[in-house]
Nanobody, 116 residues
Framework: QVQLVESGGGLVQAGGSLRLSCVAS????????MGWYRQAPGKQREAVAT???????NLVDSVKGRFTISRDNAKNTVYLQMNSLKPEDTAVYYC??????????WGQGTQVTVSS
């Protein structure tokens, strides 16, 4: 297990940008997949973006071209750069770390609110 702390959420107008950060309590070098998930009120949690230990990324269709996920192994940090934000991006965003042997770890979440 690894402890994850998210930051960077907030209130932004539509079309604006935010960068979320997720700092891990230990090295993320060996973590197989790290990702960002979100959960809007009344909806299920969905995967937004993931990045593997080798740097391969995957984004949900609704954010392609607007969001970018990256990782800095030296800083034990994963980022989610969110541009051209839309009201439908409003949700609590969670950081996730997945390893084959230890399973999943989750952060406490950070609120992102996009006003129209």
């Amino acid at each position: 297990q690894v402890q994850l702390v998210e930051s960077g959420g907030g209130l932004v107008q539509a079309g604006g940008s935010l960068r979320l950060s997720c700092v891990a309590s230990r090295s993320i070098f060996s973590i197989n997949v790290m990702g960002w998930y979100r959960q809007a009120p009344g909806k299920q949690r969905e995967a937004v973006a993931t990045i593997t230990s080798s740097g391969n990324t995957n984004l949900v269709d609704s954010v392609k071209g607007r969001f970018t996920i990256s990782r800095d192994n030296a800083k034990n940090t994963v980022y989610l750069q969110m541009n051209s934000l839309k009201p439908e991006d409003t949700a609590v965003y969670y950081c996730n770390a997945h390893t084959v042997f230890s399973g999943d770890s989750w952060g406490q979440g950070t609120q992102v609110t996009v006003s129209s």
